[in-house]
């Protein structure tokens, strides 16, 4: 700084009040002082100023899977918000495994990030932790359960619900949801929404026409097959992931079944890939960015301190939107009608 300082012809003081922002600085002066610093490539020194301060302005953000199209988007919100308040975000992917995401953890308390941001990968109580040492954390998408905390999500038991009340609406009885694992929040709460639309329609949820696995395409193109072998198969079928509606399109796709004359189909998420099936695909579209900026804005509140109520924290929830296209329609007149095939990629 003293270098910035004699090239600039100003005080040191000068350069510290333009680096930090803590006192007006002249245009001018300000102007000297930034030439001089990009002159001497001077960069402050960060790590300094947070012992200082008590702060880094840096958030961290842990995600699961960062391979699924559902996470950069939730990404993009958040980052976007923290960089509108000064924030910078360092991004960790878990993997799906709760022993890396702990390591995770770890290294960015040690680090010593003003607050995190993450979506779980385990629904267990080895979040108790965290929660009780105050420290500012708000979860995304995926709720730890039994938990008061902090957090943003869709709405998945109403989300759940709108899928299935769509196919019942279209005169669908035999429904089959294909979910991933029960224990995170977001495939719990869409199966609880199921079950709810088809109990006020007194119809049967019949245990073979539930499916829980990973989320990957192979496990929904298995499920497809195993679905659509049954007597009698569904004829509505609702993926709660978007990895496993790839596989159910492909199982449909394999085995010659027309979409939607024979078999609808709805799946969770709405990535652009879904316009580029014939019939186009209907989903429930999650607002994905405005949770990751809402979540943004709480964990805000949460650093600057502000209180929220003890032993009940802030849980909000947004609406899904369903959008209805070509891969849903009537349920066919007749038992294994069987039509010319229609299900393209």
């Not at 709760?98 to 770890?106: G, I, S, T, V």
């Not at 029960?182 to 639309?197: D, Q, Y």
């Not at 609808?264 to 579209?285: E, K």
């Amino acid at each position: 700084m003293r270098d910035v300082a004699r090239l600039a012809g100003v005080s040191v003081a000068t350069v510290s009040a333009v680096v930090n922002g803590s006192v007006p600085v002249s245009a001018e002066r300000t102007r000297k002082v930034r030439d001089a610093m990009d002159a001497l490539d001077y960069h402050p020194d960060h790590v300094a100023r947070s012992l200082k301060t008590g702060r880094t302005n840096v958030i961290a953000m842990v995600i699961p899977d960062i391979t699924n199209v559902f996470f950069p988007e939730l990404v993009r919100g958040a980052e976007e918000a923290a960089n509108q308040a000064g924030y910078s975000v360092i991004l960790c992917d878990s993997n799906e495994d709760p022993a890396q995401e702990r390591r995770h953890l770890d290294t960015l308390f040690a680090r010593r990030v003003d607050g995190v941001l993450i979506a779980c990968t385990d629904a267990s109580t080895a979040y108790e932790s965290l929660v009780r040492r105050r420290f500012p954390i708000v979860f995304v998408d995926r709720l730890p359960q039994g938990l008061a905390v902090s957090a943003v999500s869709t709405d998945n038991v109403d989300a759940g619900y709108q899928a299935a009340r769509h196919l019942i609406d279209l005169g669908h009885e035999r429904i089959a949801i294909v979910t991933g694992n029960l224990r995170l929040s977001t495939h719990a709460g869409r199966l609880e929404g199921f079950r709810r639309a088809m109990q006020e329609h007194h119809l049967p949820v019949r245990d073979e026409y539930v499916r829980v696995g990973d989320l990957q395409a192979s496990t929904g193109y298995r499920f497809g097959l195993e679905l659509l072998g049954l007597d009698p198969p569904p004829t509505g079928l609702i993926s709660s992931n978007n990895r496993m509606l790839l596989g159910l399109m492909r199982a449909i796709r394999e085995l010659s079944l027309p979409c939607p004359e024979q078999v609808s189909v709805i799946g969770f998420d709405d990535p652009v890939w879904t316009g580029n099936f014939s019939p186009r695909l209907t989903t429930l579209a999650q607002p994905t960015y405005e949770i990751g900026r809402c979540a943004f804005a709480m964990l805000q509140r949460r650093m600057r301190g502000e209180p929220e109520a003890p032993g009940v924290g802030e849980v909000s929830l947004l609406k899904a939107e369903l959008r209805v296209r070509e891969s849903t329609a009537a349920s066919p007149s007749r038992e294994g009608e069987m039509l010319r095939p229609a299900v393209s990629i």
